[in-house]
């Protein structure tokens, strides 16, 4: 134990563990703050899901989803300290509900996305007529941002402590070989029974480049990425990763460079849609928000995720 801490200490590359850890101790702090139940084993995590709105750090933003969750699902863990939903609730939340999502549009902007005058946004967007998902699970982004003419024009996935862009569920359940089906599109179940993802992957050029010559199908890992992205190129949009600066999974840098999920699927895509595809990070925005100083509570938000020294 004590070697694995000195490496720690002297590894030059991020421990996705650590920064969990952080994580874990920062929402075990939260809560133990307050007036509220916690999981007997896990004190980062709520003892009811039913009292997720105390993981909600403003009553008015609660409220608002309480109102609005007929439209959308809330997820599983809704109740954890580290859920990303909860996240982007506390984060985006009050510009909602406070009709300001200026310091959102201008984080957005210093990050060289081309953000047009951003007036309402959604959270949990989905559209089944995209991908031809009349039934099961569709596609969903966590958060978009409508111009004045209310088409939906930024499309926003958020990350919190997640290690991955989900995979494919047909080929996790063990009813796939995971064998590539560019030159074959049929090859996939999913194709086959008529949803459109392969049929976009083909329409925007994916399968022209590198994607069509690996032997393993790009959605057995990296499912979720590809059909948000597809999804934002239909809609005429931009594909955005809203993440935790600290966590390695998704953008780093080590002594071999720039490292992370974003720099290498952004690798896979054709030059021509890059311009299409962007992040910012948690703290930017934070940034953003402090710098505008109408939102008291960002205070709060900073403690809750373990942005205060």
């Not at 459109?196 to 992957?201: A, E, V």
């Not at 931009?238 to 699927?265: H, I, K, Q, Y």
């Not at 930017?284 to 938000?301: C, L, M, T, Y």
Request: charged share 25%; hydrophobic share 40%; net charge negative.
């Amino acid at each position: 134990m004590e070697n694995s801490r000195r490496l720690a200490k002297t590894w030059p590359y991020p421990f996705h563990r650590r920064y969990e850890e952080q994580m874990r101790a920062a929402a075990t702090i939260w809560f133990s703050q307050r007036d509220v139940t916690v999981h007997r084993k896990y004190r980062y995590i709520l003892a009811n899901r039913d009292d997720w709105q105390q993981n909600i750090i403003l009553p008015e933003v609660a409220e608002y989803i309480q109102d609005q969750r007929q439209g959308f699902p809330l997820h599983k863990y809704i109740h954890h300290g580290l859920s990303s939903q909860a996240m982007l609730f506390n984060l985006i939340g009050p510009l909602i509900v406070r009709n300001d999502l200026e310091p959102l549009r201008l984080a957005l902007q210093a990050q060289n996305i081309a953000v047009p005058d951003v007036v309402s946004a959604d959270f949990e967007y989905e559209d089944r007529t995209i991908f031809n998902e009349d039934s099961g699970q569709p596609t969903s982004i966590d958060l978009v941002l409508y111009d004045n003419e209310q088409t939906p024009r930024l499309f926003i996935e958020a990350k919190l402590v997640e290690k991955e862009f989900g995979g494919c569920s047909v080929f996790q359940r063990g009813d796939c070989d995971g064998r590539n089906p560019a030159s074959d599109l049929n090859l996939c179940y999913l194709h086959h029974i008529g949803r459109r993802y392969w049929s976009l992957m083909e329409k925007y050029g994916f399968l022209d480049g590198v994607i069509a010559q690996n032997m393993t199908c790009v959605f057995s890992t990296y499912y979720q990425f590809f059909r948000e992205l597809l999804l934002a190129l239909e809609c005429g949009g931009v594909f955005v990763l809203l993440s935790d600066a600290r966590n390695p999974t998704f953008d780093c840098e080590v002594p071999a460079g720039r490292r992370g999920l974003m720099p290498f699927l952004i690798s896979l895509i054709p030059e021509v849609h890059r311009d299409k595809i962007a992040s910012v990070s948690i703290q930017e925005v934070v940034a953003s928000i402090e710098k505008s100083n109408r939102h008291e509570w960002v205070g709060a938000f900073k403690s809750k995720y373990g942005m205060t020294p």
